[in-house]
């Protein structure tokens, strides 16, 4: 019935407040599911769930509010595991004991009237305040099998299992779909609909002994991201996207714009079942409509190439790569590197041609996780090269993400010490050695520690770096050594900063931690309730510092450096010239066929991410990178 595609039958977006913000059923696809019940229940079998399901019509915008509230009350939604517990109880997504049901729920119809029915599987993402439910197409088969998993008595089920649910759920290519589906819906709520970053170069370089002597004294031709080709609507002045960017918290969620996101997904799903689910390509067909200009002969125009272009021809790449540390500089605890990356594209090729470039530096990079763009055909990987064969999309497009190692020293390294000298003052002191081992062409752009207090008022602090320039916020110190404009390449340099920092006094008392204790046994509150005490006309800023003050631990002057609190420092930075994990595009190999005059670019880039420097005299975490931070 659902063909091996994705078909979706609704689409519905919440409000912290259990309330309706959005919705879209699909008549077309509701008909399909309804003839494919009646097909299926002329064996005269009868399921709790599934003959109501079919017989009744999808629920109003406030029943499916009043359902996910109730499961929200039951079982949570972000800090529930999906794992049973003592408070699980048949029939509920927790008793089926798989993670996998915090992200795909069912959603339980107890009518008044009529036989209850339950709509599965039902896709969440919480995305900027709002929980975006999408509901697919799937055959009676699936349903009814995740139907008897809700009364299954064992706990949970072995993965080799044919029956389990990650089984049931490996045959459904629609979920991938509705994750799509959630994906870009979420990201046109919360308005990141912008394409990736492909950087390029602001001036030609002039090769030869000019670029070594420039480049040896940190001047050089600077890096700049390039926008996509394709035309975009821009939010008019009464446009709710233009007013979530000024206005205040409303009830904890910030308003979207709903006839964009209408108009979206007219053009995208038609009928429910999705085509095309790129923003650019949506938004162009729209504004310039398909190309009129004939077809290459024997050759299909690709769904993600809705227009050919027309222009000065070229290829660009970009190796856009984030690494992130925890370096604790202490023998017992090894030091955490991970670089995640991504290879970008922007080809202004005339018609449909084939490109096709070697990945090089695998043998070194040692990647660890791949994926690539829908459009890529990737050969087996050999030694150290690996050949990608595409036909590009038009606009800025992501080629491939991978995840590694970091091959080289990391970018920053060294210590950090702080230790308090009485309850309101402590003394820091850094040691750190920037771009060791790093030669031309790699460029450190800027570099930048910031020492955060969240749990104190800084008041003053003393101290002169040996490089670089200070200053202070309400709650952090920000040790600038390497400024934009005045890049490091070629060289490293080694930086200290001693220093004392004082606080305000305490006005406020301690909070027990041990109120804080949880039981193991348990579910504990859901988090995502607390987005409802965001007042008014709050700040963001200032409700995400509450909760930060609320939630750490508090701490005793004889263990006054709790990591939860201020155990560490964090580092940014940005290094263009060259990448970290070792893989890279050779801009000579590149091949398009059929040929054509198209100069080939490609820049490499690497900045922080979760960078931190753990402080060596304090108490130090068992885990290696807490992503709460």
């Not at 050999?382 to 190692?405: I, R």
Request: aromatic share 8%; net charge negative.
């Amino acid at each position: 019935m659902s063909g091996g595609g994705c078909s979706i039958r609704a689409i519905w977006i919440l409000t912290p407040n259990d309330t309706v913000a959005f919705s879209r059923r699909f008549a077309v696809v509701e008909k399909r599911w309804r003839a494919a019940w009646e097909e299926e229940e002329g064996d005269g079998e009868r399921h709790r769930w599934g003959t109501g399901a079919a017989k009744m019509p999808l629920p109003a915008d406030h029943e499916v509010a009043a359902a996910f509230a109730e499961r929200r009350r039951r079982e949570g939604t972000a800090r529930s595991s999906g794992i049973r517990t003592n408070v699980s109880s048949v029939g509920l997504d927790s008793w089926v004991d798989d993670p996998i049901t915090r992200h795909i729920i069912s959603l339980h119809m107890d009518k008044e009237e009529g036989d209850p029915f339950m709509l599965w599987p039902v896709v969440l993402q919480k995305r900027g305040g709002y929980y975006v439910l999408v509901l697919p197409l799937v055959d009676p088969q699936p349903f009814r099998a995740y139907e008897n998993l809700l009364k299954r008595s064992d706990c949970g089920g072995s993965a080799k299992e044919n029956n389990n649910l990650s089984s049931i759920l490996f045959n459904l290519p629609c979920i991938t779909g509705a994750f799509m589906v959630a994906q870009v819906v979420g990201d046109i709520i919360t308005g990141d609909i912008a394409e990736p970053e492909v950087i390029v170069s602001s001036g030609p370089s002039v090769g030869g002994l000019l670029d070594s002597l420039t480049g040896s004294i940190g001047i050089s031709a600077r890096a700049k991201p390039i926008a996509a080709p394709v035309a975009a609507p821009t939010a008019s002045v009464s446009s709710p996207v233009g007013a979530a960017q000024s206005d205040s918290l409303k009830g904890g969620v910030r308003p979207f714009d709903k006839d964009l996101l209408q108009n979206f997904i007219i053009g995208a799903m038609p009928f429910g079942t999705p085509q095309d689910l790129n923003y650019a390509n949506v938004t162009s067909i729209r504004t310039t409509g398909f190309s009129g200009d004939p077809l290459p002969t024997d050759q299909k125009q690709p769904a993600w190439k809705p227009y050919l272009y027309k222009g000065r021809q070229r290829i660009l790449f970009s190796s856009l790569e984030t690494i992130n540390a925890a370096l604790y500089d202490r023998d017992d605890v090894p030091d955490f590197l991970s670089v995640s990356g991504q290879v970008t594209c922007r080809a202004e090729l005339e018609g449909l041609p084939d490109v096709s470039l070697p990945l090089t530096g695998l043998k070194t990079a040692h990647i660890e996780v791949s994926s690539f763009h829908h459009c890529v055909q990737a050969s087996e990987p050999t030694a150290n090269k690996q050949t990608l064969v595409f036909q590009p999309p038009l606009g800025n497009f992501v080629l491939m993400h991978y995840q590694a190692p970091c091959n080289i020293a990391p970018p920053v390294k060294g210590f950090y010490q702080l230790s308090m000298v009485s309850e309101n003052e402590g003394a820091f002191l850094f040691k750190l050695s920037l771009m060791e081992g790093y030669k031309s062409p790699f460029i450190m752009d800027f570099c930048m520690i910031t020492m955060p207090f969240p749990r104190r008022r800084v008041a003053s602090y003393d101290g002169n770096p040996s490089i670089g320039t200070v200053s202070m916020t309400e709650h952090s110190i920000e040790w600038r050594i390497v400024s934009s404009g005045r890049g490091l390449s070629g060289r490293s340099i080694d930086a200290t900063f001693p220093g004392t920092v004082k606080f305000q006094p305490r006005t406020t008392q301690r909070i027990n931690s041990s109120s804080r204790f949880i039981s193991s046994t348990g579910y504990t509150e859901d988090s995502d309730s607390e987005q409802d005490n965001v007042k008014n006309g709050a700040s963001l800023d200032d409700y995400i510092m509450e909760k930060i003050n609320k939630d750490l631990q508090a701490v005793d002057l004889e263990e006054p450096l709790s990591w939860q609190a201020y155990n560490y420092a964090k580092v940014s930075f940005k290094v263009t010239g060259g990448t970290l994990s070792g893989l890279a595009i050779d801009p000579k190999s590149v091949n398009i066929y059929p040929s054509a005059k198209a100069p080939a670019e490609y820049s490499m880039q690497a900045s922080s991410g979760d960078y931190i420097l753990w402080n060596t005299l304090g108490k130090c975490p068992t885990a290696a990178l807490p992503r709460e931070l």
